[in-house]
């Protein structure tokens, strides 16, 4: 230490805050400098507000299991309690005090777990408050927690988590949706044609299985798609939910029919002598997923397996006579499990005179006509294009194109929706089956 500071008879004190040596030989304080400290903290001293700062009491939050929004008719227990954060300067706490605004019911509001209830019809900011003893066993309050609670007027909205894609006739289903907290009860709507409608089914918000309704189609149910809703009700002050929907399919009677393969080869209820028309089972509900196995046909007396890799199909030869009535009936398991019989096919062979059909049909080829005049024309929001193969370009009265198309290559060519074209003239142009090209002008009117 010689050479900095001068030693006098009983020494310097050089332990303090004087900057004379390393910070872990610094462990005294000077009298000079417990006085400046006192200054520092007392009254009107800079450092005085540090005394009262919130900073030196012991703090916590509140635990909660409750969501940051609830709705109307919501009355749960949250489970609300004291979650400790630091100790501070003191020892343990004396008392909690607990409370809730917009007249949530508080039990027990000094205990550690108090119970918190919603009154159904508000939100609230439920706050904490504490006393605790310092160091110097004075007693203090704690910092104040708070835990905010929004609100919602109208209950949620269920959400469907049981029910069938597809019904069968005469089979009944369960639709669950899942439960909604503080709800009083669930409302049904019920499609027509089944059975219960309109029933009300009540769960209060203790319970834990989903809410659920068993419906039943009514006897000659039409097949189609059905919607079932359900809304939440919330009991006494608080409007229904929104309604949920869930779709499903149901099948009524035969979900099969017979067509003719070629809709041209049969003309009211003739078809002609001697003539291998085709037939098939087509769904009667297109937009249902519709499925047939183990396919027969019977015709008259006698039975017959389906063509071969298309077993919903029918090649069938007609008697060579004429005004000979027969009746064709096709039998299948459909993806109801049931056995069904189709619709019948009732037909009768033209008289041997007859060379066509009322419709143009050939009976000595066998085939409609090839023609490859487009008709109706004039035509209003349809036209066909009979006897086209591959690509069809039609051009308005100025020579631009209006639209470009790919016909099959078939008879019966293809179908050109014109609902959209101004009226007037247009020019069709392509090639025929043969290859030659083809122009035709097409009138639109409507």
Known sequence: ????????????????????VDDRVKIMFSAGQALRMQANFGPGGARESLKSSLGLRPTFSISSTAPSVIACGDRTDYKFKVNPVSVGCGGGSLQYEWAATN????TYPNQFYPQIIPNGTSGSTVTLTGTYINNQGVVLPMNTASFTV???????TP??????????????????????TGA??????????????GQVITNGQTTTAAPSLTITPDAGLAGGTYSIGCQTLAGSGCPPSAVAYSSFDAKGGPQFMIVDVDPNQRFGSLVCQQNRIKLKLVPVYPGINATATGVTWTIGNWNSSSDAGTPLQ???????????????????????????????????TAASNITSLGNGYSCATNRYPRS????????????????????????????????????????YGIA?????????????TGRSLAGEFLRHNVQIQR
């Open 150 to 156: 929004g609100y919602l007027a109208v209950p949620p």
């Open 159 to 180: 959400v469907f988590i049981g029910g069938p894609a597809m019904l069968c006739s005469g089979q009944s289903a369960t639709f669950s949706v899942t439960p909604v």
């Open 372 to 411: 490859s005049v487009p008709y109706p024309n004039p035509a209003t929001v349809t036209l066909q294009l009979p006897g086209y193969r591959g690509q069809v370009v039609v051009y308005n009265q100025q020579g631009k194109p209006v639209q470009t198309l790919l016909a099959p290559g078939t008879d």
């Open 314 to 348: 029918l090649t069938y030869p007609t008697v060579p006579a004429g005004g000979v009535s027969f009746t064709m009936t096709a039998r299948y398991t459909d993806n109801c499990g049931n056995r069904v019989s189709a619709i019948d096919y009732t037909a009768v």
């Open 416 to 428: 050109v929706d014109t609902s959209t074209w101004p009226e007037g003239l247009y020019v069709v």
């Open 103 to 106: 007249g949530w019911t508080v």
């Open 184 to 197: 009083s009860g669930y409302r049904w709507t019920v499609p027509a044609a089944f059975t219960p409608a």
């Open 1 to 20: 230490m010689c050479g900095f500071i001068s030693n006098g008879p009983n020494g310097d004190m050089f332990m303090n805050y004087m900057d004379y």
